[in-house]
């Protein structure tokens, strides 16, 4: 199945980087986040993409020129594809449309990593048979959390960032063709396209393991933490 992610944002929480390289290209140990998204799609069986280009593109382009390089990916099929410095989401996905060979695709935004069971949420999408699979993730509490006893007053607990009860969006798709009929021009992929998606109930949801790994890389602090798990040899996401 064909995979395309969203590498064109001009990453500006990521500044420290993102003024010589796109966001895509910010290392976890040697290689860059695209790396590791893209060897867990492949170790999932799904080796063809569509890399959605923007902000810097080229210097993606060159990361991969000599593919066999690679001793693991001289099989992936990458096809580069310039969608706009400054498209959106949406506008993105729209120019990529005519290279979709079949009714299903994959989509992943370029800076998210998890160790969800990608085929499962295939799975799950065939049995709804709807537009729109997403995975669904346990929200984190970026703090820690109090447990208090009302009437008297007092702590009875404190839990460390634990995850909440909330269900975020984590990206990692399953979509059917129809998804570029019901873009309209200029709408953003959440906030509008999926907005109708909801009322018409064409999102189904695939909820990852509530002791699962997602994480985003939207700043210094991600990167940094991203990379001390590499190093200590506990990346969730490498099978």
Not at 205 to 220: A, P, Q, R, V
Not at 227 to 233: A, D, H, I, P, R
């Amino acid at each position: 199945m064909q995979v395309v992610i969203l590498c064109g944002g001009k990453g500006t929480r990521l500044s420290e980087y993102t003024d010589e390289i796109p966001k895509p290209l910010v290392q976890i140990g040697d290689k860059p986040v695209l790396y590791h998204l893209m060897s867990l799609y492949a170790k999932a069986g799904h080796k063809d993409f569509i890399l959605c280009l923007g902000y810097k593109g080229n210097k993606i382009k060159e990361y991969f020129k000599d593919i066999k390089k690679f001793k693991n990916i001289g099989r992936w099929n990458i096809d580069f594809v310039d969608t706009g410095e400054n498209s959106n989401k949406a506008e993105r996905l729209m120019k990529i449309k005519d290279k979709i060979k079949e009714n299903l695709f994959l989509l992943s935004y370029g800076d998210d990593l998890c160790d969800v069971d990608i085929n499962k949420v295939i799975d799950l999408h065939k049995e709804k048979n709807k537009i729109v699979t997403l995975t669904a993730v346990r929200l984190q509490s970026p703090f820690g959390v109090l447990e208090v006893d009302i009437n008297n007053k007092v702590v009875t607990d404190f839990r460390e960032k634990p995850r909440l009860k909330q269900l975020m969006n984590g990206g990692f798709y399953v979509m059917s063709k129809e998804i570029f009929n019901r873009i309209r021009p200029g709408d953003d992929l959440e906030k509008e396209t999926f907005k109708e998606l909801v009322k018409d109930e064409e999102i189904a949801y695939f909820e990852h393991d509530s002791e699962g790994f997602w994480k985003s890389m939207n700043t210094l602090k991600d990167v940094i933490e991203l990379n001390e798990l590499y190093e200590k040899g506990n990346a969730p996401w490498i099978r």
